[in-house]
């Protein structure tokens, strides 16, 4: 059976049984490991709590698995040169040698997915002792746990109990956690403030553990061996690395998710501390303050330990793609903010072979919908339950992988109410547009880094009697055009960040003449700078002019660093064009756009443009609908918006 299908299956024999708790089903499927588990409950005949502890254990762990494979094991470089850098003392969780080691094994091997893995059972390979020793350390850690956090028994067995965090190799780890860790929970003196803060200077300080964007794509969690090889890894790794960590000293942590966020793409894991009277403190991994989305959800939901999401309405595969139907994971929108039971009407008629049951809800995820959740279909209307508002979905029919719009895209507001576009193709508007994706807060922290910085220009090659251009006072938005009003000429010119910042400088350009009477031109000359290029370097100042937005120049706080351009001869200087680090999502001169909107009948292209300037004009474009824009030549990132007022709104 596939992963989806036999998660079906046993939901049913558990409805058929009555029993949530079918521990017979484990045994019966634990082959010839059967003994060990059966070992493992009998050890704890005498012994009430435990032994209710160990049945928890068995019961949940029917759907409890990790992979192997071919495919896994030659991915298994990227921890091999991970450990190799940390101990270079490279410690930036994107280096480029690990998104060029990550491009090389997909182009050579194949894309690492689950479906391309071997899914093995937990209940197959885990021992008497394993399971034993697990439950010693978790009882012995979680009674002497802080008095602040959750003393529920529910809560012991679902987030500090389970021997593992997801979909890992089980490894033995709570001992030796304990042992290192404890200490962090026992010496706090300002609850769960000075709990994160002991955390992060460990992890983030001590030993140097950070987020890594390229590992988003290792789909799976690391084992907690590779975890402490690694250092690295996507918020599913890092908030397993808490996970284990804060268990192991008898914390109640849980994970929490968005499958896909309402206004961009991919979704999210982070940690959540179960407090007592029934409080929680969500975090990111890392994160020392309550957490705060930067993005919208649509629907979040939490990782169980037990399988409790079994309903005695379990949809069809033909109705809802199997990964809705997780029955460890529990829907807690409602601990977040305000949600919405909505009604929509299948405007779009199912017209398939057989009846329709469920409908899904989907949101948009850079080129496609994606389904977050499912609903009833009845009277011709779906019901969808606690959905967060201010976000754009569209219900839909689920078959056989396709997603097949049943309603318009409609925008669920902040009070509850449905909105619905209705296009105006008798009205047309000229529609000027700067980027193709939302400015999200990160990248003003990007651009935090090149703010008061210097521009200056020289006639000498040290810089004596060096004059100021200009300062960058402001974080950049995007790129920026800074005209010069110097009237002396300048051999040598040179972007200098801040001593105190590191400058995440994306590009710069210096235009000018060499005569007062030419025409401006884009100056060239030899590219010079600091630090000095070497191997350790990640981001040298020539990827501040390697006409590409999507490499930047950094340097170390607090040592001396600037990108600079030799012109052979002097020249006036008349602009400088720059751009901080940043997502690359705005209009870049010379790349071919396509605008598109939506109809019923799909997304209808209104043309295709070069971009010759920092924004593009399209043409009489049909009003009040969504939109988007795709970069024909390079990018990967996209959102829908509607225009509003002259200025995209995005969703």
Not at 105 to 116: D, I, Q, V
Not at 190 to 217: A, D, I, Q
């Amino acid at each position: 059976m596939t992963k989806y299908t036999w998660l079906l299956f046993f939901c049913f024999s558990f409805l058929s049984c009555g029993q949530p708790l079918h521990i017979e089903y484990v045994l019966e499927h634990a082959g010839e490991n059967r003994m060990e588990l059966e070992s493992f409950l009998s050890y704890y005949s005498k012994d009430k709590q435990k032994k209710q502890a160990a049945e928890f254990l068995l019961s949940g762990m029917a759907n409890k698995h990790y992979y192997v494979g071919s495919l896994l094991d030659k991915y298994d470089e990227v921890f091999q040169l991970c450990d190799s850098l940390n101990k270079r003392g490279i410690i930036e969780g994107d280096p480029p040698m690990l998104s060029q080691i990550w491009d090389s094994l997909e182009y050579h091997c194949g894309k690492l997915a689950e479906s391309n893995m071997e899914r093995k059972l937990d209940s197959r390979i885990l021992s008497a002792n394993f399971l034993i020793d697990n439950v010693e350390q978790a009882f012995q850690a979680w009674e002497s746990a802080p008095s602040y956090v959750s003393k529920e028994l529910d809560d012991f067995y679902e987030f500090v109990l389970p021997y593992k965090a997801n979909n890992e190799i089980p490894e033995i780890y709570r001992e030796k956690y304990f042992k290192e860790f404890a200490h962090l929970r026992d010496t706090v003196k300002s609850g769960v403030k000075g709990l994160l803060l002991g955390f992060n200077k460990e992890f983030f300080y001590n030993r140097s553990y950070r987020n890594s964007n390229t590992l988003w794509n290792y789909p799976i969690t690391f084992p907690v061996s590779k975890m402490e090889m690694i250092h690295r890894g996507a918020c599913r790794h890092t908030v397993a690395l808490y996970t284990w960590v804060m268990r192991a000293c008898g914390l109640p942590v849980a994970i929490d998710f968005v499958k896909s966020w309402g206004n961009r793409s991919q979704g999210h894991e982070w940690n959540v501390l179960m407090l007592d009277s029934g409080r929680i403190f969500p975090f990111d991994a890392f994160g020392i303050d309550r957490l705060e989305f930067a993005y919208k959800p649509a629907k979040i939901f939490r990782k169980m330990y037990s399988l409790n999401n079994i309903t005695e309405e379990i949809p069809s595969l033909k109705d809802v793609p199997g990964w809705l139907l997780s029955p460890d994971e529990l829907d807690v929108t409602t601990q977040y903010g305000d949600t919405y039971d909505i009604s929509v009407k299948c405007t779009h008629p199912w017209s398939g072979d057989y009846s329709k049951k469920h409908g899904i809800i989907c949101v948009f995820d850079n080129k496609e919908w994606k389904p977050v959740y499912w609903g009833k279909i009845k009277n011709n209307k779906i019901t969808f339950l606690r959905m967060m508002g201010d976000v754009c979905y569209m219900a839909a029919y689920y078959d056989r992988g396709r997603i097949i719009p049943a309603t318009s895209p409609f925008i669920l507001q902040k009070n509850g109410s449905v909105k619905y576009l209705s296009i105006d193709k008798l009205h047309s508007e000229d529609m000027v547009l700067k980027r193709k994706y939302p400015r999200f807060k990160r990248m003003e922290m990007f651009a935090m880094a090149i703010r008061r910085g210097v521009v200056e220009g020289a006639n000498d090659k040290y810089f004596n009697g060096k004059s100021l251009l200009f300062d960058i006072m402001k974080e950049p938005v995007d790129v920026v055009d800074s005209s010069v009003n110097v009237s002396q000429k300048f051999r040598y010119v040179r972007v200098r960040p801040a001593l105190y910042r590191t400058g995440g400088l994306a590009e710069v350009q210096f235009f000018g003449k060499k005569h007062l009477n030419d025409p401006e031109q884009q100056l060239s000359g030899q590219i010079f700078g600091l630090p000095s290029i070497s191997s350790d370097i990640t981001h040298p100042y020539t990827h501040a002019m390697d006409n590409d937005y999507e490499t930047y120049f950094d340097k170390p706080k607090n040592e001396e660093g600037y990108i600079g351009l030799d012109l052979g001869t002097p020249h006036y200087i008349t602009r400088v064009r720059y751009c901080p680090r940043s997502d690359s999502n705005f209009i870049v001169e010379g790349h071919k756009y396509e605008l598109c909107y939506w109809t019923d009948e799909g997304w209808i292209s209104v043309g295709k443009k070069v971009a010759t300037d920092l924004t593009i004009t399209f043409d009489t474009v049909p009003q009040n609908t969504f939109y988007i824009l795709h970069n024909l030549t390079r990018g990967k990132e996209e959102r829908i918006f509607t225009y509003e007022n002259g200025e995209q709104i995005w969703w």
